[in-house]
């Protein structure tokens, strides 16, 4: 099964996991849903990055496996926001749009940079000053999902009532955020022993 059937798998049966959990307006089975499709894609992309720096694998390709996987965490918290708040939950949430516009642009700027270390590791080449934007990028990213983690936390957005329009955004932006900061956190480790 190549990559990128194996993505839009994960894709699909996650979102299918939120959605219907929104559906059925069942905030407690939504946040089990979103944690667990999170976990699963934090692990999935930690394994991947260990395996591929025990192989030998270059900075780039570790790299480009780093921003994919956080790029897949983004997609599915825009879609998950989007299909929830434009079809299960229509005209509850009028902020809905500005976070899947948010989660959409960081998804594709992750996927871009991916495939830009991915036309370096094909070419047989390591671009040092981009290498280094890339730790720069992601270190940002990680302060910016630890300070949306804490911001909620504070607010007493997360865990979120039924009574609130936001419930579902909220599990998903917190339950992403934590696996961009697990993914994030292991790739900024592993950095510092290369």
């Known amino acids: 099964m190549s990559s990128l059937t194996a993505w839009m798998i994960a894709l699909t049966l996650s979102i299918c996991a939120i959605i219907l959990t929104a559906a059925i307006n069942n905030p407690a089975m939504h946040m089990l849903a979103s944690g667990v499709v999170s976990v699963v ?26 921003a994919r996987n956080t790029g897949l965490v983004w997609a599915w ?19 809905w749009w500005q976070f899947f516009l948010g989660f959409s642009l960081a ?20 671009d040092e000053p981009v290498m280094k934007v890339g730790r720069i990028l992601v270190m940002l990213q990680l302060g910016g999902v ?27 932006f917190f339950f992403g955020a934590l696996a961009i900061a697990a993914i994030s956190l292991n790739a900024l480790s592993q950095a510092k022993d290369q």
């Open 146 to 172: 630890l300070a949306g983690l804490a911001s909620m936390l504070i607010d007493g957005k997360f865990p979120r009532a039924i009574t609130y329009p936001d419930w579902a955004g909220c599990n998903i």
């Open 77 to 95: 918290g825009g879609v998950g926001i989007f299909v929830t708040y434009m079809f299960i939950l229509p005209h509850r949430w009028p902020e």
């Open 41 to 66: 894609f934090a692990l999935t992309a930690i394994r991947e990055h260990n395996a591929l720096r025990a192989s030998g694998a270059s900075k780039s390709e570790i790299g480009s496996s780093t």
């Open 107 to 126: 998804a594709v700027a992750s996927i871009v940079f991916s495939n830009m270390l991915q036309r370096d590791t094909d070419a047989g080449r390591v």
